[in-house]
């Protein structure tokens, strides 16, 4: 299937019936397989061959679905998770433990920096946060002899940074750590990590590649080119014996291409069960088929909006990669040479006020704590995820009282501005 184009790869990779066999991808909703002999079954708990036993662990729905991911990105390997934030963490826990540190881009989602932040740093994972645009003996000089593991996003949601790949990768493998790359907002479709130097790459699959807002879910994509046997001292939960698991050694048994989402299916998954249902993962499906159809609008309509409001004398100014005004235009032209998303964001003059008559007079765009989906949604931070803040602390912290962002769905575009033109009209 990697030979054909990722257009017919979103449509039909993953799943490929046989004769007489239902020709959309079949929902297995069942907890359990039955089988015929305790030995059969226990040669799935050895290892020893492949089937499926109990779907806290692996899924047949799951793993078709995983199988397609995988083949849009161009990996080896992937599994699906509960959600986003479980892909993140099992990514990085994966390769960490109490003792381990982790650097990472300061420019990443909010529930991700308190995720390495807070909680992490509570089971005794350290984090050091970078600026995204930091030089490159900056990047080096963060890394530790503990460091395990480099993270970033290649859009951030919201800050809509633009992270230098190639730059991150870099100094990942100069330390003998893999960089893991959150793919979310670009998708598969305009950027795919992997081709730039990335190793481990997440997604929240809630956002455009689920695309109907009907189902949160993650996934995690080995690219199957880290040498973990080649940092062993690093990574003994990968390349010495797992006595939790019959003693076996990943990386020996599943070699660079299996071992890292072996690990955390046979470990963290069994531990920790953040599965994702067959039937979400069936609707994540449906939204993939037309993954490649639908990013071309979302980017279509977000640079439209982009321009309508740079243009606008009621607005202060507008972030989008790639406007050439934006800092991460020239970077945006090489990583996302087909555009990123669909996610704009922009301050208003007249600061919360202002912002307040806006979001009131909005008809079409929906006032939503969601991005990434079909239908145009939009967010004023000051007044719903950071309303516990002060305009002060609101400035200090980069989300001034009248910055808005808007996730530009697939309806015309000529429609998204108008009713954008009306609502400035009403400040």
């Known amino acids: 299937m990697q030979d054909y184009s990722i257009n017919t790869r979103c449509v039909q990779a993953g799943y490929t019936p046989g004769n007489g066999e239902p020709r959309q991808m079949p929902i297995i909703q069942s907890t359990t397989f039955k089988y015929d002999t305790s030995e059969e079954m226990g040669k799935l708990f050895d290892l020893e061959a492949s089937g499926y036993f109990y779907s806290r662990l692996q899924n047949p729905t ?22 986003g934030q479980a892909a993140s963490f099992f990514a990085i826990f994966n390769i960490c433990e109490a003792g381990s540190h982790v650097v990472a881009s300061s420019s990443i989602y909010g529930g991700t920096f308190n995720l390495l932040d807070v909680t992490m740093r509570k089971m005794g994972i350290d984090v050091t946060f970078v600026d995204p645009d930091c030089t490159e003996e900056e990047l080096n000089a963060a890394f530790k002899e503990n460091t395990r593991a480099c993270f970033g996003e290649t859009i951030a949601n919201p800050a809509l940074t633009v992270l230098d790949i190639e730059k ?13 790359v959150d793919n979310t907002f ?46 062993a001292d690093k990574f003994p939960g990968l390349c010495t014996p797992d006595e939790s698991y019959h003693g076996v050694t990943y990386a020996e048994k599943f070699g660079k291409e299996g071992a890292f989402i072996s690990k955390c299916t046979c470990q963290l998954m069994r531990d920790l069960g953040c599965i994702q249902s067959p039937q979400s993962a069936f609707y994540l499906n449906l939204g993939l088929e037309s993954l490649h ?6 980017v279509e309509n977000g640079q439209a909006v982009a321009e309508f409001l740079e243009a606008h004398e ?20 090489k990583y996302l040479p087909n555009g990123g998303c669909g996610v704009v964001s922009f301050e208003v003059k007249g600061g919360r006020p202002a912002a307040e008559k806006f979001m009131k007079n909005l008809k079409l765009a929906a006032i939503e704590t969601h991005v990434a989906d079909a239908r145009t949604c939009c967010l004023n931070p000051a007044t719903s995820t950071h309303r516990q803040m002060n305009d002060e602390q609101l400035k200090a912290a980069g989300v001034p009282a009248g910055l808005i962002r808007i996730s530009c769905g697939l309806e015309d ?15």
């Open 62 to 83: 799951n793993d078709m679905v995983a199988a397609k991911i995988a083949s849009l990105e161009g990996g080896t390997s992937a599994m699906l998770t509960s959600s």
């Open 413 to 427: 575009k000529k429609d998204l501005i108008a009713d954008l033109a009306q609502a400035l009209e009403a400040i």
């Open 168 to 180: 991150f990768a870099k100094a990942a493998h100069a330390h003998g750590v893999p960089l893991i």
């Open 186 to 231: 670009p998708t598969p479709v305009n950027c795919r990590p992997i081709e730039w130097g990335a190793d481990i790459v997440t997604h929240s699959t809630t956002k455009y590649m689920d695309g109907h807002g009907v189902a949160v879910g993650g996934a995690i994509v080995d690219g199957g080119k880290f040498d973990w046997m080649a940092h």
């Open 293 to 298: 159809v639908r990013m071309p609008r979302h």
């Open 314 to 333: 009621k607005v202060e100014y507008v972030n989008y990669p790639t406007l050439p005004s934006n800092k991460y235009y020239e970077r945006a032209k």
